[in-house]
């Protein structure tokens, strides 16, 4: 496994766990199998730029925050709950357009 791989999942993990995705939640959410996952999570696969793009579109992070070296340790409690709160915030906004998209598509019809 190369160090950028163990960066990846170390950060991956945070993140995951930050949001409170189990393996098998965070799979789904990202429309890949649990063994998928798993095998990413112990180095034996490395996602896609598809795959990368859905994982930080669920997290709510910027792609570059995922490879950022000791980027979780290095983040005080306070900016972790700011984080939490942008993160979430994002997320939220996106569902809310996706929605609003999906609701004027279907009244066109």
């Not at 163990?6 to 993140?15: A, D, G, K, P, Q």
């Not at 000791?70 to 709950?81: F, L």
Request: proline fraction near 4%; hydrophobic fraction near 40%.
């Amino acid at each position: 496994m190369t160090h950028i791989q163990e960066v990846f999942i170390s950060n991956l993990r945070y993140f995951r766990k930050m949001k409170g995705f189990t393996q098998l939640a965070f799979s789904e959410a990202i429309e890949l199998s649990p063994n998928y996952l798993n095998a990413v999570e112990k180095g034996k696969n490395f996602p896609s730029p598809e795959v990368l793009q859905r994982i930080v579109d669920v997290l709510g992070i910027l792609p570059f925050e995922l490879f950022l070296e000791n980027h979780h340790s290095t983040v005080n409690k306070e900016n972790q709950n700011v984080t939490k709160i942008i993160q979430d915030l994002r997320f939220e906004i996106n569902k809310k357009f996706d929605d609003f998209i999906t609701n004027k598509i279907d009244s066109n019809k």
